[in-house]
């Protein structure tokens, strides 16, 4: 296809999203000389820490596994105030990373990409913008992010509710003062429980909408004081060796098997690593919960005794809030902090939704199916995102022959190693499905590995005098297959949730995040590198 706008500027890449991608993207095309922009519709750097300010917001994962590890000074001059920081302080810290390496000149803010097609004549990319850019650029790197493209409308009838309706990835820079109000929250994924977990107190009464239980592990955030900071510092050539290579981008591993204990034995260690107050139980003790049923069940029994003592045994509290028709870790598994208590407060009120779902929103509140109207005077929607695809598909991505990538994805969700899609030459993605994504992985692990394959694919291209470099149908198909074969010898495939796409009405059904582990991905990537590319064409 052949665009027919007149190009105002020309680059050799275009990279979208200035998040963790994007940036690191950024400074390492820059570093190989090519002239390139980060464009992003936010309005300063960050992605996923500038948009999710909502009360509550923070880390799941370890700050100082969340760092970036490709320069160790600029790893060290960096201190976390404690193990899982608050969004604020994520946002610094990306702020401090943009300014270390001069990278805001190359970044316009607030601007969104409304479209990208690619040249076939000219082995290139024109990139429109909202802001009426119009860019001739070679690559089109995509860093558009995993959780990026919020479901901000699932019901009918908000534009009729008198207040404020917020959704958590949309909170206004200076906060809303909640003070006195009825507040409603819809969902109770792990931002809504976040911001449930956070507002209770300051609230006059909370009302929580819950569709799908979730099982929940508490959160322990120690302060760090210069003696912990030195600590985690220390090791940084062990964190840099080890944390690429484990099966999630943590710094753990599974450590126990689960036929090599006695019942006693597991048992301890479950207590052992709940008590650690960290994601450890999902990703550090015993892999066959994802595959074996019988240790699913048992594991997931062992979480919810400790959700129903929490509870207080509560009847209506645990048949809401406790899973039982699905394992501990086929969903994303959140860290929090007193969240089941909330719910013994007098001002909180839980309503289930899964029999009686919410039919619309009306000028007062909340209508469930059965009629039952809740009034409110501010409504949160944390509802989440059109994950892994959402992004792209929001905007007009055309490739050979005009194909759209909106049609494509809308039929079947397909990439090459989540990196490339046949049909779109020069089109290279981070964070898209069929890569270790935000189910299953630390993102800052994954998404250096995906942007620095990239870079060195974009070398590799031009120091071989080539223009394109594009997914061959081979190359994908196989791919596609072991993806499938992989992830559907995991329990997670026999769930629904937005790990498979089922929150987004009418998506295809996959699992979005490769199962196969995060060190295995990359050195199945380090090894298409160092072959010269097969299940690519470059021309
Ligand atoms: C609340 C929350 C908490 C999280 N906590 C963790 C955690 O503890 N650990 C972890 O590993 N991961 C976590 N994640 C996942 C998180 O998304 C990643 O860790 C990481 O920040 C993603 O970085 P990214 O650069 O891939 O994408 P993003 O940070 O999402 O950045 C993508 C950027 O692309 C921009 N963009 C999208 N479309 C367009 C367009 N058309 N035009 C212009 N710009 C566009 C967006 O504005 C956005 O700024 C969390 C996610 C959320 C939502």
């Not at 300063?44 to 760092?67: L, M």
């Not at 969903?331 to 289930?352: A, F, I, K, Q, S």
Request: proline content about 5%.
């Amino acid at each position: 296809m052949t665009s027919t706008q007149t190009p105002t500027e020309e680059l050799d890449a275009v990279i979208l999203g200035a998040g963790v991608a994007g940036l690191y993207q950024l400074h390492q095309l820059r570093e190989q000389g090519l002239r390139v922009r980060a464009i992003d519709k936010a309005g300063d750097v960050g992605g996923t820490w500038w948009w999710n300010r909502y009360p509550g917001a923070r880390f799941d994962s370890e700050a100082y596994i969340y760092q970036y590890y490709f320069d160790e000074q600029l790893y060290k001059d960096w201190s976390w105030s404690e193990k899982f920081p608050g969004q604020p302080e994520v946002e610094q810290w990306l702020h401090y990373v943009t300014d270390r390496l001069d990278l805001r000149k190359d970044i316009q803010f607030s601007t969104a990409i409304t479209s990208a097609h690619f040249d076939e004549d000219r082995g290139r990319w024109t990139i429109t913008t909202d802001a009426g850019d119009v860019i001739d650029a070679q690559f089109f790197v995509s860093c558009a992010g995993m959780l990026s493209a919020p479901m901000e409308h699932p019901f009918e009838g908000q534009d009729s509710f008198r207040g404020p309706i917020l959704h958590t990835s949309k909170w206004p820079a200076g906060g809303i003062d909640l003070a006195g109000k009825r507040v409603g929250v819809v969902g109770i994924g792990a931002t809504g429980i976040q911001v449930i977990q956070t507002i209770a107190d300051e609230v006059a009464h909370l009302t929580v909408f819950a569709r799908t239980p979730q099982y929940t592990l508490p959160m322990k955030s120690p302060h760090y004081g210069q003696e912990e900071q030195a600590a985690y510092k220390a090791r940084f050539d062990e964190l840099k060796s080890t944390i690429p290579h484990t099966f999630s981008g943590f710094e753990y591993e599974w450590a126990h098997a689960w036929a090599d204990c006695t019942p006693e034995k597991r048992l301890e260690v479950l207590e052992e690593i709940y008590e650690d107050g960290s994601l450890k139980l999902w990703l550090a003790g015993f892999g066959e919960m994802f595959f074996s049923p019988e240790v699913s069940e048992e594991i997931s029994e062992f979480v919810r005794g400790k959700m129903r003592a929490r509870l207080k045994d509560d009847p209506h509290l645990c048949d809401v809030l406790i899973p039982t028709d699905y394992g501990f870790g086929t969903h994303r598994v959140p860290l929090e902090r007193d969240y089941l208590e909330v719910y013994l407060r007098d001002n909180v009120d839980l309503v289930g939704v899964r029999d009686n779902p919410i039919a619309r929103i009306t000028p007062d509140g909340i209508e469930l199916a059965d009629g039952t109207v809740t009034e409110l005077d501010v409504i949160v929607l944390a509802t989440g995102f059109d994950a892994g695809t959402g992004s792209l598909t929001r905007i007009d991505v055309r490739g050979r022959e005009g194909r759209s990538l909106t049609a494509d994805w809308g039929r079947d969700i397909r990439t090459m190693m989540g990196l490339g899609v046949h049909g779109y030459p020069n089109l290279l993605t981070t964070a898209v499905p069929l890569a270790p994504s935000a189910a299953l992985c630390n993102m800052t692990t994954c998404l250096s590995q995906q942007t620095e394959w990239i870079s060195d694919a974009i070398k590799h291209v031009r120091e071989q005098g080539k223009q394109t470099i594009e997914p061959t149908k081979d190359g994908e198909d196989a791919w596609v297959a072991h993806h499938e074969e992989t992830s559907g010898a995991t329990l997670i495939a026999q769930t629904t949730g937005w790990y498979l796409g089922s929150n987004v009405p009418g998506k295809p059904r996959r699992v979005l995040s490769y199962c196969g582990g995060v060190g295995t991905y990359r050195q199945k990537c380090d090894e298409v590198a160092a072959n010269g590319y097969p299940g690519f064409a470059i021309a």
